[in-house]
């Protein structure tokens, strides 16, 4: 069984609330879970208007599938072009 984790730290420049700050994040954390069928939260910075820490999970049988999937994720947050990725990690165990 392997297990991964990824961290996604957000900068969203068009936000001048917290109101508009979840909105945002709403709808990344709705977009992700739908495409990728995976765990994600918001986990830090809640109380910052232009900033937002993502952490996601996944849970494989092959080490590479799994790193796929969380790669795909950052990219695919990028893409929506919602918020600026300020810094990303990945980590991979095996159980």
Same mark, same amino acid.
């Given at each position: 069984? !392997? #297990?991964?984790?990824?961290?996604?730290?957000?900068?969203?420049?068009?936000?001048?609330?917290?109101?508009?700050?979840?909105? !945002? #994040?709403?709808?990344?954390l709705g977009r992700v879970r739908s495409k990728f069928h995976l765990s994600i939260a918001e986990v830090d910075n809640n109380d910052k208007w232009q900033r937002c820490t993502l952490a996601y999970a996944v849970i494989s049988n092959e080490r590479g599938h799994a790193h796929t999937?969380?790669?795909?994720?950052?990219?695919?947050?990028?893409?929506?072009?919602?918020?600026?990725?300020?810094?990303?990690?990945?980590?991979?165990?095996?159980?």
């Open positions: 069984m !392997v #297990v991964g984790v990824g961290v996604i730290e957000l900068l969203i420049h068009n936000s001048s609330s917290l109101k508009t700050k979840r909105q !945002v #994040v709403k709808s990344i999937m969380l790669e795909g994720v950052v990219a695919y947050v990028e893409g929506m072009h919602l918020a600026e990725i300020i810094d990303s990690r990945i980590e991979i165990t095996n159980y």
